[in-house]
Every structure is written in C-alpha cells, then in structure tokens.
C-alpha cells in the first residue's frame, strides 16, 4: 500500500483529535486530553499560530496517522531546529512504514527550513518506537532530563 502525506487544515481538527486521544490511551495517559476539535483548530491553525500539522493518508484517501510540531531555537548553532510533538500512526498501519516516512518528511522540512537540529521525545516504555529511531540512525539525548511546570503548579510559581 502507498501513502501520500499533506498539510493539514483545520478541516483536519476532529481527526487530528481523534489520533492525539488514541496516542494519549496508548500511552496510558487518555484522561489527561483537554483538547476540543475547536482549541485545536484555533491553536494549530488560527491567527498567530506556532504549529505545524500534517496527515498521511492510505491511497483510499483514509487519515493513517499525523504528526505535529513546532521550530524551537538553538543558542549554540544560532539556528532554528524543528521539535516533533507528537508523531501516530494507527494499529492497522503500524509496521507498514507510515511513521519512518513521516519522520522522513519532517527531516525533509527541517533541512529546507535550514534548521539545525530535528528533536523529539520518547516514553522510555516505548520500545517499538526507540527500535524505530534507532534505526534511522536517531541518537538518544541521555545527559538532558526533561522538567515541566503545569497548572497549579505553574501559576504558583507565575504568581511569585
């Protein structure tokens, strides 16, 4: 089967919804979705929007999988590089090369875009996923540990 990847549009949000909630479950976390088909498509595809989205679709014209990202920066090579956010692809597609081929788009955007690094992150439980990574030759970034400030948590530490 072949498989052709496109922008998304916000045409795509209740999809792209539907694929963030599965990703969510598959990494055991479904309860923690907020998102709505309309904060998506506002924040994905509104006015002043930092995101980027994309749809593989089988050759019937079916949504197979998605990824979404954003450009962070580099201080250190002064250049932007592209961070994948969330990368899925559904069970009955897995293994059938949909993911590497949308890395491989993604890889493709962040060298036309002169970025300087092309990043993600990954659940350490996630072995089919590291197996795929490795095998395109992805480095794990080991020495980092990851923090992160959320709701009450972040407006507390906002508030002073």
């Given at each position: 089967?072949?498989?052709?990847?496109?922008?998304?549009?916000?045409?795509?949000?209740?999809?792209?919804?539907?694929?963030?909630?599965?990703?969510?479950?598959?990494?055991?976390?479904?309860?923690?979705?907020?998102?709505?088909?309309?904060?998506?498509?506002e924040s994905l595809f509104g006015p002043g929007?930092?995101?980027?989205?994309?749809?593989?679709?089988?050759?019937?014209?079916?949504?197979?999988?998605?990824?979404?990202?954003?450009?962070?920066?580099?201080?250190w090579q002064a250049r932007n590089g592209l961070y994948l956010e969330d990368?899925?692809?559904?069970?009955?597609?897995?293994?059938?090369?949909?993911?590497?081929?949308?890395?491989?788009?993604?890889?493709?955007?962040?060298?036309?875009?002169?970025?300087?690094?092309?990043?993600?992150?990954?659940?350490?439980?996630?072995?089919?996923?590291?197996?795929?990574?490795?095998?395109?030759?992805?480095?794990?970034?080991?020495?980092?540990?990851?923090?992160?400030?959320?709701?009450?948590?972040?407006?507390?530490?906002?508030?002073?």
């Amino acid at each position: 089967m072949s498989y052709r990847i496109r922008n998304a549009t916000a045409a795509d949000a209740a999809i792209i919804l539907r694929f963030i909630t599965e990703l969510a479950v598959y990494e055991k976390a479904g309860h923690e979705v907020e998102a709505t088909v309309e904060t998506l498509a506002e924040s994905l595809f509104g006015p002043g929007s930092v995101t980027r989205a994309v749809i593989c679709e089988s050759e019937a014209g079916e949504p197979v999988g998605f990824a979404v990202w954003f450009y962070n920066y580099s201080t250190w090579q002064a250049r932007n590089g592209l961070y994948l956010e969330d990368l899925y692809v559904t069970p009955e597609h897995r293994g059938a090369g949909v993911g590497r081929q949308l890395l491989r788009h993604l890889a493709k955007v962040a060298v036309a875009e002169g970025c300087g690094r092309f990043e993600w992150s990954v659940l350490d439980w996630n072995e089919p996923a590291i197996r795929a990574y490795d095998a395109i030759g992805a480095e794990p970034q080991n020495e980092w540990i990851r923090y992160r400030l959320t709701g009450d948590k972040l407006k507390a530490f906002a508030g002073g």
